[in-house]
């Protein structure tokens, strides 16, 4: 199974912010082709196997405490090959996490637009450590914010109509 892990630099430069009040951000999305084939990731690793398309993460948004969805696009121009990797790259153009395993289902870039949509969990990681330091999610987050209004509003119709049966019976 695929499987995005922390690099080594990651480990330090986390290690070095912490109780320092610095953060490790990351900013980029880095997509390769594996130089042709899966592998399962290194933790070792200071780069993608084979790195073809690199852009700034578009949007982000928080789902718990450490863990990021983030989004980007890579656009028809994109150079066509298949995606076996991903890449997380701080503001230094350090590698922090790297996605990619040895049964990946490889999908094509080029011709259409590529979508990133994945989510970045540090659960192993002090809050506050590692950010995605991207635009936020606004559509996202009104959805979110609309369906937990709607969700609320049917409770209280349900436990207000639970009241009126209790008060009136079931007629």
Same mark, same amino acid.
């Given at each position: ?86 890449? *997380?790259?701080? =503001?230094?153009?350090?590698?922090? &996490? !790297?996605?990619?395993? $040895?049964?990946? +289902?490889? #999908? @094509?870039? /080029? %011709? ?27 559509? *996202?987050?009104? =959805?979110?914010?609309?369906?937990? &209004? !709607?969700?609320?509003? $049917?409770?209280? +119709?349900? #436990? @207000?109509? /639970? %009241? ?8």
């Amino acid at each position: 199974m695929p499987s995005t892990l922390l690099t080594d630099i990651a480990e330090a430069k986390i290690t070095a912010a912490a109780g320092s009040g610095a953060q490790v951000a990351i900013t980029h999305i880095a997509l390769g082709d594996g130089n042709g084939a899966n592998y399962g990731p290194s933790f070792s690793q200071t780069a993608l196997r084979r790195e073809r398309a690199r852009k700034p993460i578009d949007k982000r948004h928080i789902v718990g405490s450490n863990a990021w969805r983030v989004k980007a696009e890579f656009g028809p121009e994109t150079a066509a090959f298949h995606v076996r990797e991903m890449g *997380f790259f701080d =503001a230094d153009g350090d590698l922090i &996490a !790297i996605w990619a395993g $040895n049964d990946v +289902q490889a #999908r @094509q870039t /080029g %011709a259409i637009t590529y979508l990133v949509d994945h989510v970045l969990s540090f659960k192993r990681v002090g809050e506050g450590l590692i950010i995605v330091n991207a635009p936020d999610d606004d559509l *996202f987050d009104l =959805a979110v914010a609309t369906g937990t &209004a !709607i969700a609320n509003l $049917n409770l209280e +119709q349900l #436990r @207000q109509a /639970g %009241a009126i049966r209790a008060a009136h019976g079931d007629n």
